[in-house]
């Protein structure tokens, strides 16, 4: 396969491949879902995407791989929160955007630099052998050596926790949407305090 170039869009679509949601919403009740239980879906997710490399059979050591590069990635991400509620720093999770975590999240994963042939400049390149991984690798490492994968976050919810860019001026994002989980979460807030 080409190398493929992939943006944080489709990193945050392989994150939240793991959904915690378990809140309803406008009628709808989320539950808790997997979406790379086999190899078949993960070969489904890979190709819905443009990932996948025609002819390769993945195996369930690629499964594998897939899985725990997605809840390493989802454990260095932060939820914006820094304990107390107001939305500045890290919770604790994650690496604070230092890039420590993701180093150690990516270590299974081997990295060189590579001549990139469209610009002339080297790249970061990857070389799994599971070229849909391998494109979503190297997104995240360029993406914290040029400082984008700290506006990652998940989403601070405690019944929501999708991941999410963080397109805040300042960086303070908390909520995937606000029109979901920030009202709702804000309107309890406003309750709790009517209450007591």
Same mark, same amino acid.
């Given at each position: 396969?080409?190398?493929?170039?992939?943006?944080?869009? &489709?990193?945050? *679509?392989?994150?939240? @491949?793991?959904?915690?949601? @378990?809140? !309803?919403?406008? /009628?709808?009740?989320?539950? $808790?879902?997997?979406?790379?239980?086999? &190899?078949? +879906?993960?070969?489904?997710?890979?190709?819905?995407?443009?990932?996948?490399?025609?002819?390769?059979?993945? #195996? $369930?050591?690629?499964?594998?791989?897939?899985? @725990?590069?997605?809840?390493?990635?989802?454990?260095?991400?932060?939820?914006?929160?820094?304990?107390?509620?107001?939305?500045?720093?890290?919770?604790?999770?994650?690496?604070?955007?230092? /890039?420590?975590?993701?180093?150690? +999240?990516?270590?299974?994963?081997?990295?060189?630099?590579? $001549?990139?042939?469209?610009?002339?400049?080297?790249?970061?390149?990857?070389?799994?052998? &599971?070229?849909?991984?391998?494109?979503?690798?190297? @997104?995240? +490492?360029?993406?914290?050596?040029?400082? /984008?994968?700290?506006?990652?976050?998940?989403? !601070?919810?405690?019944?929501?926790?999708? +991941?999410? =860019?963080?397109?805040?001026?300042?960086?303070?994002?908390?909520?995937?949407?606000?029109?979901?989980?920030?009202?709702?979460?804000?309107?309890?807030? =406003?309750?709790? #305090? *009517?209450?007591?």
């Amino acid at each position: 396969m080409d190398d493929v170039v992939v943006d944080l869009g &489709v990193v945050e *679509q392989f994150l939240n @491949t793991l959904d915690r949601r @378990t809140f !309803s919403w406008h /009628g709808e009740k989320f539950v $808790p879902s997997d979406a790379l239980t086999s &190899v078949d +879906a993960l070969s489904a997710w890979l190709e819905a995407r443009g990932l996948a490399t025609a002819g390769q059979e993945l #195996r $369930p050591s690629d499964l594998t791989a897939a899985v @725990t590069l997605r809840d390493a990635l989802r454990e260095t991400i932060t939820d914006g929160s820094n304990g107390d509620g107001d939305g500045n720093g890290s919770n604790g999770d994650g690496d604070g955007g230092d /890039g420590t975590a993701v180093a150690q +999240a990516l270590a299974a994963f081997p990295l060189r630099l590579a $001549p990139d042939p469209s610009t002339g400049r080297l790249r970061i390149a990857a070389a799994s052998g &599971v070229a849909g991984l391998d494109a979503i690798v190297e @997104t995240v +490492a360029s993406s914290v050596a040029g400082g /984008g994968w700290s506006r990652m976050k998940l989403c !601070s919810s405690a019944d929501c926790r999708r +991941a999410f =860019y963080d397109t805040s001026r300042n960086g303070g994002g908390r909520w995937c949407t606000m029109k979901a989980c920030g009202n709702r979460n804000k309107t309890r807030a =406003y309750r709790s #305090r *009517q209450a007591g």
